[in-house]
């Protein structure tokens, strides 16, 4: 019961969010400040992560290439398809769910307790959508470019850590990543995204708004956005998988 009391407070809180806004301009620069919070300070910590998750995917595909039958090609034909179909959109989403998702939270969370949150309601003010449709916003829309980085990133490493190793000739892994390539395998890991994007986003709000208590209760609402957007990230993850590529 008490999850179905939780999803319905969940649905009520996402028709708040998403009613119109009373003055757009603030919205927007709202949203150009989430972008640089959500988005851009996350860019260090992906790149850091992407290179060398594209260089053990590379050296692990090459160190269990036992068979003479298989050629050099596939250490980047592997490579490509495991970053772009799964480790990029996922793992790194797992990851901001944990930076992103925390953060978020606690913002929101230590604005329920000390009362903020019921100062904007006083004044009129909309808070879940002040507070949580700009997160939204620059979520969804900056979210994919992280990726996109991600994945360039992470098939550098693999690259180098191959090439450097000796394990693979640069013409080798080259046709590799260009083998077999669909630009629907882009599609499917940016519609992904976005998606992940606005479960991380809406979640970590949920448990950010609804804190009840003080600085404690705050860092338990922050580990539960945590563990509930992972989760339900990985749920999304196996429907979209059977949506899209089955």
């Known amino acids: 019961m008490s999850y179905i009391t939780s999803i319905g407070k969940y649905v009520g809180m996402m028709r708040e969010v998403f009613s119109k806004p009373e003055r757009f301009k603030v919205y927007y620069t709202r949203t150009i400040a989430e972008i640089n919070s959500i988005g851009i300070n996350s860019a260090g910590i992906v790149a850091i992560l992407s290179v060398f998750m594209g260089a053990v995917i590379a050296l692990q595909t090459a160190s269990n290439m036992d068979?003479?039958?298989l050629?050099?090609?596939?250490?980047?034909y592997i490579t490509r398809s495991?970053?772009?179909l799964e480790f990029s959109p996922t793992i790194i989403s797992l990851i901001l769910a944990g930076k992103v998702g925390s953060n978020?939270?606690?913002?929101?969370?230590?604005m329920k307790v000390t009362e903020q949150i019921d100062a904007l309601e006083i004044m009129g003010v909309n808070s879940l959508s002040f507070l949580v449709l700009p997160k939204i916003i620059a979520a969804v829309f900056f979210f994919p470019f992280?990726?996109?980085?991600?994945m360039g990133l992470s098939i550098l490493g693999g690259y180098y850590s191959v090439t450097s190793a000796g394990l693979a000739s640069h013409e080798e892994f080259v046709f590799g990543l260009r083998a077999f390539f669909?630009?629907?395998?882009?599609?499917y890991a940016?519609?992904?995204t976005c998606v992940f994007a606005f479960i991380i986003?809406?979640?970590?709000s949920y448990f950010g708004y609804y804190t009840k208590g003080g600085a404690l209760d705050v860092g338990t609402s922050s580990t539960q956005a945590v563990v509930w957007s992972s989760i339900v990230i990985l749920m999304a993850n196996f429907v979209l998988t059977q949506l899209i590529l089955m």
């Open 67 to 69: 068979s003479p039958l």
């Open 71 to 76: 050629p050099k090609y596939t250490i980047g």
């Open 82 to 84: 495991s970053t772009i």
């Open 104 to 110: 978020i939270a606690s913002e929101i969370g230590t």
């Open 146 to 150: 992280l990726i996109i980085f991600s």
């Open 182 to 187: 669909k630009s629907s395998d882009i599609v």
């Open 190 to 192: 940016l519609v992904k």
């Open 201 to 204: 986003v809406s979640v970590s």
